[in-house]
């Protein structure tokens, strides 16, 4: 029996049976007209459709209600069976009113269409409870996905385990993502659709199931990169692990989304016959085509090998401070072609990823994000060295931004008029040591200004006698 045959005949059952209870109660006088060719029997059968489906449709109603008040005003989660419950009630009530409305259809389709004309109706009416029982199946099976997801992530909530947090909800994304596209594979023989259409539903249906597949990798790609990174914190001091790892995951991570990406659009086009005869031209080809692409993708090649040995290797990582075409800024992104770098006013400065292998760079947080920095004084020869490095003593240490390592001053270059002192003083980092010179500079400039005014440089000239009346 095909499905349009199960619909007339499971639709036909209720209307007999409606209609031999109207009779039992009315007698044969229910038969006759009442309203041009409708007769008692045909609107009482209408009234008593509409009235069941009405009390069925209130009884849905109220108890969905019941559990979304029990879900609200419960202090644990809602058991899955309330979940469920609440999701069931509109696509049933929906599906309740449908049913009415064809039940309804089929008995006053007799009156209001022409004889010749009833057969077209029907088959119009059968298509469109097809295509709304087929919308409605699937639509069911989203909310049950939507109650699974919101329960899963609910269980990983009460869990003590850390992995449930990642693992219960890619199971609930999953689920929410393959189920409704099976669901639709599984209800799509309900349309009956032509032979010609056939074809075309179920290469469509084809290409959405392999773009669910390839939804549910790339989030599993995401999962898997925050298991791995959750243990690694990049705002601690001592980061220099955390950009490893990052500089690691993230870069594989794109490597294997551009590998499913690829292997997702092959799929696809696989499934188009032009496409695989174009395949086998081109690979007859395969030489002349192979060339020409390696030249045409020369420098987007170079940047992916350039992007695996950056991930292997690591010249620089996430986070890390650099200075690159006299520009100083951070890590801030690593993709696959190129690397953003965010410069201290805010700028953004895009490298490509070939750069760091081919040019030299300065990366200051290589090893360690400690730093040494320097700070230039230009005084008088009369300064007092060793009463500054007293002073300098007391600025220094007396600053949150030392790291307590080491300090130094020392006189470094000397000219024809004053000489050049030299600040050394560590911090755990370059913006830290920034700040850290910017306040030695200021303290100490004050300090020479205050105590010993004379030792700022200077310019000497000395008068000879008798100058004031030289000839000019």
């Excluded at 290409?207 to 925050?226: D, K, N, P, S, Y």
């Excluded at 953004?348 to 360690?368: D, G, H």
């Excluded at 009369?382 to 220094?396: A, M, N, Q």
């Excluded at 240490?397 to 080491?406: A, T, Y």
Aim: hydrophobic residues 50%.
């Amino acid at each position: 029996m095909n499905t349009t045959a199960a619909v007339d005949s499971a639709s036909a059952g209720p209307v007999i049976l409606i209609r031999a209870l109207i009779l039992d109660v009315a007698g044969p006088a229910a038969q006759r007209p009442v309203i041009g060719s409708f007769s008692a029997l045909d609107l009482g059968s209408i009234v008593v459709i509409l009235v069941l489906a009405a009390l069925v449709s209130t009884a849905l109603a109220i108890l969905a209600r019941q559990r979304a008040r029990h879900g609200a005003t419960t202090t644990r989660a809602a058991p899955l069976r309330h979940l469920a419950a609440f999701a069931l009630g509109t696509p049933a009530q929906v599906f309740v009113g449908g049913c009415a409305l064809y039940l309804s259809l089929g008995v006053l389709l007799p009156h209001i269409a022409p004889p010749a004309a009833i057969s077209l109706f029907q088959t119009l009416f059968d298509s469109l409870a097809r295509v709304g029982a087929f919308a409605i199946i699937v639509w069911l099976i989203y909310r049950l996905t939507h109650v699974l997801e919101s329960w899963l992530s609910g269980w990983a909530a009460r869990t003590q385990t850390r992995i449930d947090d990642l693992v219960l909800p890619l199971l609930g994304r999953s689920a929410r993502v393959m189920l409704p596209v099976l669901g639709a594979i599984l209800m799509l023989p309900i349309l009956e659709l032509p032979e010609r259409f056939a074809g075309i539903a179920s290469r469509a249906t084809s290409i959405v199931f392999i773009g669910a597949v390839a939804a549910v990798l790339l989030q599993a790609t995401r999962t898997g990169e925050q298991a791995l990174l959750r243990r690694y914190d990049l705002a601690a001091t001592d980061n220099l692990r955390a950009r490893t790892v990052y500089t690691q995951v993230r870069v594989i991570g794109k490597v294997i989304d551009v590998g499913i990406a690829l292997v997702t659009i092959a799929c696809v086009l696989m499934l188009f016959a032009e496409v695989r005869q174009v395949g086998a031209s081109l690979l007859a080809s395969a030489g002349v085509v192979g060339i020409i692409a390696g030249i045409a993708a020369q420098k987007t090649l170079g940047n992916l090998f350039a992007g695996f040995q950056i991930a292997l290797a690591q010249p620089m990582r996430q986070d890390d401070v650099v200075v690159v075409e006299g520009e100083w800024g951070r890590i801030e992104e690593i993709t696959l072609t190129y690397v953003v770098i965010h410069i201290w006013d805010d700028r953004r400065l895009i490298v490509p990823l070939s750069y760091f292998i081919e040019k030299p760079f300065a990366n200051w947080t290589r090893s360690s994000a400690q730093i040494l920095g320097q700070v230039i004084v230009w005084v008088d020869y009369s300064f007092p060295v060793e009463e500054g490095r007293g002073v300098l003593k007391d600025i220094i240490e007396s600053s949150s931004r030392w790291d307590r390592r080491f300090w130094n001053l020392q006189v470094t270059d000397t000219s024809e008029r004053t000489m050049q002192l030299r600040v050394l003083a560590t911090s755990t980092d370059s913006a830290t040591n920034f700040d850290l010179r910017c306040e030695i500079r200021e303290k100490f400039i004050a300090c020479i200004q205050t105590r010993w005014p004379h030792a700022l440089p200077q310019w000497r000239a000395q008068l000879a006698r008798g100058a004031e009346s030289a000839p000019l």
